[in-house]
């Protein structure tokens, strides 16, 4: 039976400068998301499933020792016996990463580093085994790069493709309503919402008038709204305004020209949001060709 398209988008993982493909089932519960430091956990049904970490790292390190001495530190602490007997792991190539095991029934570890971002990407899973690796191999394989002009950004069923000068400045996954802010150096904000519960939010509100108690939360004064077909969805495009956030603006009171569109996918059972504001100078994205379908 194919997978309906809303669990699709979940399985999508972009962020900084690795994409990967998800196995089905396995949701992202804890997040840290600095940039050159971070880390995401997984579980499924409240199984914990793997653990992948980032951090920079100017110089390419020893990756099979690395592996090696997270091992260590898990056996010290889990199996202090079959630690004094440990040496080391045995390790394989599987795509672009390099794979770490001891026994079956131990955690594995997978690493790889990426010499033009200095960035080491790292996994680690609970345990090793056949079972395990029929779902860890597909991940690993389906590793790619991140880091071009224009960088792909995918996580909770959000999924945007932004320039380069957009990075990520902070998130909002409330239940039903997951909202990623990413910012420029010139001031430009985008917010990518993903919400869900549709047939209860909009049994008491219509979608433009959702549009406008969203935006109004972030402090934006409504300038328009019109109905518009969007991507073959119903949905409303908004104008609006915001207080500017430079120094200067905040102390004149001049404000920020805003646009928006917020649609309802009924394919999807979601809805589906983008939203740009900043100073005049800024330049604007073509919303709509951000969103990645």
Same mark, same amino acid.
């Not at 398209?5 to 997040?31: C, N």
């Given at each position: 039976?194919?997978?309906?398209?809303?669990?699709?988008?979940?399985?999508?993982?972009?962020?900084?400068?690795?994409?990967?493909?998800?196995?089905? /089932?396995?949701?992202?519960?804890?997040?840290?998301l600095d940039e050159n430091d971070g880390q995401l956990q997984l579980y499924e049904r409240?199984?914990?499933?793997?653990?992948?970490?980032?951090?920079?790292?100017?110089?390419?390190?020893?990756?099979?020792?690395?592996?090696?001495?997270?091992?260590? @530190?898990?056996?010290?602490?889990?199996?202090?016996?079959?630690?004094?007997? !440990?040496?080391?792991?045995?390790?394989?190539?599987?795509?672009?990463?390099?794979?770490?095991? &001891?026994?079956?029934?131990?955690?594995?570890?997978?690493?790889?580093?990426?010499?033009?971002?200095?960035?080491?990407?790292?996994?680690?899973?609970?345990?090793?085994?056949?079972?395990?690796?029929?779902?860890?191999?597909?991940?690993?394989?389906?590793?790619?790069?991140?880091?071009? &002009?224009?960088?792909?950004?995918?996580? !909770?069923?959000?999924?945007?493709?932004?320039?380069?000068?957009?990075?990520?400045?902070?998130?909002?996954?409330?239940?039903?309503?997951? &909202?990623?802010?990413?910012?420029?150096?010139?001031?430009?904000?985008?917010?990518?919402?993903?919400?869900?519960?549709?047939?209860e939010t909009l049994r008491t509100i219509t979608l433009p008038q959702?549009?406008?108690?969203?935006?109004?939360?972030? /402090?934006? @004064?409504?300038?328009?709204?019109?109905? @518009?077909?969007?991507? /073959?969805?119903?949905?409303?495009?908004?104008?609006?305004?915001?207080?500017?956030?430079?120094?200067?603006?905040?102390?004149? /009171?001049?404000?920020?020209?805003?646009?928006? !569109?917020?649609?309802?996918?009924?394919?999807?059972?979601?809805?589906?949001?983008?939203?740009?504001?900043?100073?005049?100078?800024?330049?604007?994205?073509?919303?709509?060709?951000? !969103?990645?379908?």
């Open positions: 039976m194919p997978e309906a398209p809303h669990l699709q988008r979940i399985r999508a993982l972009s962020w900084h400068t690795f994409s990967f493909t998800l196995p089905a /089932g396995w949701e992202v519960t804890a997040y840290l409240e199984h914990f499933r793997a653990q992948v970490v980032w951090r920079n790292t100017p110089k390419s390190p020893d990756q099979a020792r690395i592996l090696a001495e997270i091992h260590r @530190r898990h056996l010290d602490k889990e199996l202090p016996e079959r630690a004094k007997t !440990f040496t080391a792991l045995t390790t394989r190539e599987v795509g672009d990463f390099l794979l770490g095991y &001891a026994k079956d029934g131990e955690p594995c570890q997978a690493s790889l580093y990426q010499p033009e971002t200095k960035m080491l990407v790292q996994w680690v899973f609970p345990e090793h085994g056949d079972e395990q690796l029929a779902r860890i191999e597909p991940l690993l394989r389906s590793y790619r790069r991140n880091d071009d &002009a224009v960088r792909r950004w995918e996580l !909770f069923g959000v999924s945007v493709v932004l320039p380069r000068e957009l990075a990520f400045s902070e998130m909002a996954p409330e239940p039903a309503n997951v &909202a990623i802010t990413f910012e420029s150096k010139r001031h430009l904000t985008l917010v990518a919402r993903r919400l869900g519960m549709v047939s959702l549009h406008r108690l969203l935006l109004r939360r972030a /402090g934006a @004064r409504i300038v328009s709204t019109e109905d @518009r077909e969007i991507r /073959g969805c119903p949905g409303v495009y908004t104008r609006y305004e915001r207080r500017g956030e430079r120094r200067l603006e905040q102390l004149s /009171g001049r404000y920020w020209r805003g646009e928006g !569109f917020l649609w309802h996918d009924q394919r999807e059972g979601r809805i589906y949001g983008l939203e740009q504001i900043g100073p005049t100078q800024a330049k604007r994205l073509d919303l709509l060709d951000a !969103f990645q379908a």
